[in-house]
């Protein structure tokens, strides 16, 4: 037996025990004539002591022996400590070491390992398995765990079954490029890691599961970000005889249950906004409503007024930015240059200034009148002491970068609190998108997802105003989850095709499988996907998810601990039937 307990519950109730520990030496404090070891495991630390009076004096040279981050048990009693520490809860005792065991050795570590590091992030994702040993990290890991262990509570006593779907599937088109795997028995053919389990989950469906989900792997070879890895969890659901709002009043239900278990909350309202009302209102399709600032169009109180640039566009836009009127010109030039940035592209930022005794003050006071920069006031929402901001141009590139200055204003002013949750429904999105690189239209979604039966007939005319029957779950202007109504007949979906430029061959040859099981008495159904990664990281205040994931990759996609991607060698391209192609420089 290596421990009799761990080092994170003996307290006072433990004095006068005999004991036997095994941990990390995370801190060593040598007097001479007395050593103390901080013993630290998973549970937490406990301090050990050796002094000359009542200790050998081997032991006395084998603890004054050791090193940071060794292996060690140690057997001894608990004993009431002088000094206490009541920031831990085994602040009130130590333990008097009557034998130590080295188990391991180790080198000293390139980061202290502690609270706050010394490492940067490079250093840290290179070694780990050492960063895992910091609390930080490993507190995010064992959140991970409990978010998974309550979203499996909930879905088990809603009657879900977990079921788990193949990871080597056939490639299908479904948006981001699939990551491929070669087949050594079949010559010149690959599987695809799936992006979902998105036709699995259908064909459970046909199998009669009725009720599924898995907490499952998916994998895009797409570009990376701080909330975006190359391979991610979802929890992924499907449900059969269901309607829109059976799954939204399910899974209000999960998110009500994580928010009160996880976080002590209690959120009732979960509004529900179209797609269209979210553009206009918020300039994206999962709005952060945590803070106000919801856009305003001035086009008919802004135009023809002398100043052409505004008359030029089409569309003017503005916010009202609460308390910000006494922000000064250096700091106003200053949103001016960030919306400038190429990853906003604005040409520029018009604002006015609605002082607190009521006046009005623009840089655009030429060409408007206070009367006209008052009826902004009132269109915005505008009150005395707040800012407006107005920006103009194409429609959807205009509120697109209004949408990213609303977001940094609120990161600003620090009105986007982790601690307060704001969860919202939106709905009622385009059905397809129309693509201009292909001139063709494409699934918003994914080719699966129903038209709403109201608009099905604008298919054969006016595609682009067909309505979606999906819905996405936006939390403080993250969108967690997503998901629709499926169709689930073979003649609906052979359409869908159509419409997406399928030829028939290219129909039955991605989708054949699933087009022949809908012929056998597919149900109605429908279902929706979490995040998993970026749920868990907003329940814990968090916008990256890469603390809360074990072993992350960098953004280029590396996993620079074990060096992947990395090349193969000769005999296993051979026996894979792989030819690299090498580029000749000219």
């Not at 549970?43 to 032991?59: A, H, M, V």
């Not at 940067?120 to 070694?127: C, H, Q, T």
């Not at 262990?149 to 079921?163: A, G, K, P, T, W």
């Not at 979906?493 to 008495?521: I, V």
């Amino acid at each position: 037996m290596y421990r009799s307990h761990t080092c994170g519950e003996l307290n006072a109730t433990s004095i006068g025990k005999e004991v036997k520990l095994s941990g990390w030496v995370q801190k060593i404090r040598d007097k001479g004539f007395m050593v103390w070891v901080d013993l630290r495991d998973r549970y937490g630390i406990t301090q050990l002591i050796f002094d000359e009076e009542r200790s050998s004096k081997e032991l006395m040279e084998k603890a004054q022996g050791l090193g940071r981050e060794f292996v060690i048990q140690v057997s001894g009693k608990v004993i009431e400590r002088e000094s206490k520490n009541t920031n831990i809860p085994t602040g009130e005792i130590e333990v008097l070491v009557t034998e130590l065991t080295i188990l391991n050795t180790s080198l000293t570590p390139p980061f202290t390992i502690e609270e706050d590091t010394d490492g940067g992030e490079d250093l840290r994702m290179k070694y780990r398995y050492l960063d895992i040993r910091r609390n930080p990290v490993k507190n995010k890991l064992k959140f991970r765990h409990k978010v998974g262990m309550e979203v499996r509570n909930y879905l088990s006593n809603q009657d879900f079954i977990e079921v788990e779907t193949p990871y080597l599937i056939k490639s299908t088109p479904e948006g981001a490029r699939d990551f491929v795997v070669p087949s050594r028995m079949n010559e010149g053919q690959f599987y695809a890691l799936p992006q979902s389990p998105q036709t699995f989950k259908q064909l459970l469906m046909v199998g009669g599961m009725d009720k599924y989900f898995q907490i499952v792997k998916c994998f895009r070879d797409e570009d990376l970000r701080a909330d975006r890895q190359p391979e991610f969890t979802q929890i992924d659901c499907e449900m059969a005889f269901v309607e829109q709002e059976d799954i939204l009043n399910i899974f209000e239900g999960l998110t009500r249950h994580l928010l009160k278990e996880i976080n002590g909350v209690e959120v009732e309202k979960f509004p529900r906004i179209t797609y269209d009302e979210a553009m206009k209102k918020y300039g994206n399709d999962k709005p952060d409503i945590r803070f106000g600032m919801e856009f305003a169009e001035l086009n008919s109180l802004a135009k023809n007024k002398g100043f052409n640039v505004f008359d030029q566009q089409e569309l003017i836009v503005g916010i009202a930015v609460p308390g910000a009127a006494s922000f000064t010109r250096k700091e106003i030039d200053k949103l001016i240059s960030w919306v400038k940035r190429p990853q906003v592209g604005a040409n520029g930022l018009v604002w006015a200034k609605y002082n607190e005794d009521g006046t009005l003050k623009s840089s655009v006071d030429k060409f408007y009148s206070e009367e006209d920069l008052k009826s902004w006031a009132k269109e915005t929402g505008a009150k005395p002491g707040d800012l407006i901001l107005v920006m103009a141009g194409d429609t959807a590139k205009t509120r697109t970068q209004l949408s990213a200055l609303r977001m940094y204003l609120g990161n600003e002013l620090g009105l986007r609190k982790a601690n307060e949750f704001a969860p919202l429904w939106v709905i009622d999105f385009p059905l397809l998108e129309w693509d201009e690189e292909t001139e063709r239209f494409h699934a918003m979604h994914h080719p699966f997802t129903s038209p709403k039966k109201e608009d099905f007939a604008l298919l054969e005319t006016k595609p682009g105003e067909v309505r979606a029957n999906a819905y996405d779950l936006v939390l403080n202007g993250n969108e967690i989850g997503g998901g629709s109504i499926r169709i689930h007949d073979k003649e609906t979906q052979s359409k869908m095709f159509d419409y997406l430029g399928f030829t028939p061959e290219e129909a039955k040859a991605q989708f054949g499988f699933l087009m022949d099981a809908f012929q056998y008495g597919a149900p109605p159904h429908g279902g929706i996907a979490f995040g998993f990664d970026r749920l868990v990281a907003i329940l814990g205040g968090q916008e990256s998810i890469r603390d809360f994931i074990a072993f992350p990759k960098n953004n280029n996609g590396r996993d620079v601990m074990i060096d992947a991607p990395a090349k193969l060698d000769e005999a296993q391209l051979k026996e894979l039937h792989l030819q690299i192609n090498q580029q000749v420089e000219s």
